[in-house]
């Protein structure tokens, strides 16, 4: 029997404004649909309606800020940047907040992950909507959140294309083939591939940018299983790796997916899937790991 025990609320089906896809781009929303064949529980039609209008409300914005800003963004460099790796539940939240206090380096706060198309035109307006929704505390380990706290980019990425770990979180049938595509890369197809390599150098520049330069310290547990492609695209990168005892490791994933699923998905998650998940993907990106940091130089992994 599975430790796994997830549950749906009223609340988990008429809350429209705690769902992190809530600044995906249009198209990026109607790929994920297609590859999830629609398959939104009806107890979610309304969230995943609220979700399509915003996706046309936010459109004029992202088109001008693109128009406005594509080509200086494009110019940018990213300045050595530094990736902490580690599985989910590892420590990797506590060890980027205490990096990011360093005034000399820069981050991807929250409000620029939710809405990655738009921060630059309307981020003052934005960020102050989403402080007004954000909960105090997130709610799988009562750490303190905000829009101006640093957050995983994958978010980032999840609202810019199709590439991205936190689709499964709204689709969680799609759980394990969605990591073998975009965390290992085991499966994923050279047009995926490019679209990851593109969408990531694009939101790095465009985080450098905002940051005047400044040198970004990165967290994203789906990077642990990405270090040799990271490093080609950033060959002078630096990594910090975090590991946590094991057993400790899948209780706090256990809490996760029975906290954030909830709240985040269109579909109502299988226990025995989820459970079974998480010692497959334990078992998949450390492998992936232990492989790829056989060819990182010394100085460039703690």
């Known amino acids: 029997m599975p430790v796994m025990n997830i549950q749906y ?11 992190t896809v809530f600044g995906i781009n249009f198209t990026s929303w109607i790929r994920l649909l297609a590859r999830n064949k629609f398959s939104i529980a009806p107890a979610f039609w309304l969230k995943a309606f609220f979700i399509t209008v915003n996706t046309l409300f ?37 060890l980027h907040n205490l990096l990011a206090r360093d005034p000399n380096l820069a981050f991807c706060s929250t409000f620029q992950a939710l809405i990655p198309n738009q921060f630059l035109l309307g981020g003052g307006i934005f960020r102050r909507m989403l402080g007004k929704f954000m909960p105090a505390t997130r709610p799988q ?5 905000g829009a101006e706290m640093p957050i995983e980019e994958e978010f ?4 810019m294309c199709g590439v991205s770990f936190t ?18 890369f085991e499966t994923a197809s050279p047009a995926l591939m490019d679209e990851w390599r593109t969408n990531f150098g ?14 970004l310290v ?85």
Do not use: C
């Not at 693109?66 to 940047?81: G, N, Y």
């Not at 694009?202 to 040198?215: A, C, V």
């Not at 490093?231 to 990594?239: I, K, M, N």
């Open 167 to 184: 689709h499964s979180y709204y689709f969680p049938h799609s759980i394990r083939s969605v990591f073998n595509d975009v965390v290992t």
């Open 202 to 215: 694009y939101l790095l520049k465009k985080l450098s940018f905002i940051n005047k330069g400044k040198r």
């Open 9 to 19: 609320k009223r609340k988990d089906y008429i809350n429209l404004f705690s769902n």
């Open 141 to 145: 380990d009562n750490v303190k959140s």
């Open 58 to 94: 936010f459109a004029p914005v992202y088109f001008l800020e693109r128009w406005l800003f594509h080509s200086r963004i494009s110019k940018t460099k990213v300045e050595r940047p530094i990736f902490i790796l580690g599985h989910h539940r590892s420590g990797t939240t506590y």
């Open 156 to 159: 980032a990425m999840g609202n």
């Open 218 to 302: 990165l967290k994203s547990p789906s990077n642990t299983g990405r270090m040799k492609e990271l490093l080609s695209l950033y060959p002078d990168a630096v990594f910090i790796h975090i590991h946590r005892d094991p057993h400790a490791v899948y209780l706090s994933n256990v809490n996760l997916y029975e906290k954030i699923l909830p709240i985040l998905s269109f579909q109502k998650a299988d226990n025995k899937e989820i459970d079974d998940f998480i010692f497959y993907s334990y078992r998949k990106i450390h492998e992936k790991f232990l492989a790829d940091r056989k060819s990182v130089a010394s100085s460039q992994l703690v």
